[in-house]
């Protein structure tokens, strides 16, 4: 079974303050990605990284960066936190289903909660 | 754009069927899913439909896939107050992205 851990599943910081948010899978894929929930607004990408040392912008990359140094591994970080940063942050991870692109199957972490106080 | 749509809420009562419907816009569309989340969880995959099938059925669940109208559905047979989650459709465009919808929370009355 496909496994991604995420470090914190609760974390609380303050206005101001650098966050990192490290995710881990271990079947080896290719494709990493950041997603953070809020109600009513479903899943939306922040930023994906497709090998290592390569990422790609999402759709609200804005306040957030990310690094993938080695393959199991994807940080992403927010430079600054900001009150508006508050939300529930999903790492996920995939491979291919039949080896055609743009059938990977996402497998996701528990989650992370952020609060920015 | 791309996108997915769903309503937010269902209820149901335990023993009934569930229905979650949802809508997509790129007919591109290689593979569409259904994901479950329960509470203080991540995403877990449920099902999925290849985008030349028109039904899959695995155990209590049925996906039903209807191409021209952009309309993927998911039934739950005999719904249980377990299957009570939020329940997201997604859409593979081709390249490495996926397109979720807002979720709909599924609420079982015992």
């Known amino acids: 079974d496909v496994k991604v851990t995420q470090s914190s599943r609760y974390l609380v910081k303050r206005t101001g303050e650098k966050v990192f948010l490290e995710c881990v899978q271990d079947?080896?894929?290719?494709?990493m990605f950041w997603y953070r929930q809020d109600p009513g607004l479903g899943l939306r990408l922040i930023y994906f990284?497709?090998?290592?040392?390569?990422?790609e912008k999402g759709d609200i990359p804005e306040g957030y960066s990310v690094s993938r140094e080695k393959k199991e591994r994807f940080s992403l970080i927010l430079e600054s936190a900001s009150t508006n940063q508050t939300s529930m942050y999903l790492c996920a991870s995939s491979r291919p289903l039949t080896g055609a692109p743009g059938t990977d199957t996402q497998y996701f972490g528990p989650g992370t909660r952020l609060t920015v106080l | 754009g791309e996108d997915v749509e769903q309503s937010l809420f269902l209820s149901v009562r335990e023993g009934d069927s569930s229905v979650i419907n949802c809508t997509y816009t790129?007919?591109?569309?290689?593979?569409l899913y259904w994901y479950k989340q329960e509470p203080g969880a991540g995403l877990q995959l449920l099902t999925y439909i290849f985008s030349n099938m028109d039904m899959k059925q695995d155990q209590r669940l049925t996906v039903l896939l209807n191409k021209k109208d952009k309309h993927l559905s998911l039934r739950i047979a005999d719904t249980q107050t377990g299957d009570s989650a939020i329940y997201f459709c997604a859409e593979s465009t081709g390249g490495f992205k996926t397109i979720f919808g807002a979720g709909t929370r599924l609420f079982v009355k015992a």
């Open positions: 790129d007919s591109s569309s290689t593979y």
């Open positions: 990284s497709y090998d290592v040392k390569m990422k």
């Open positions: 079947m080896d894929h290719e494709n």
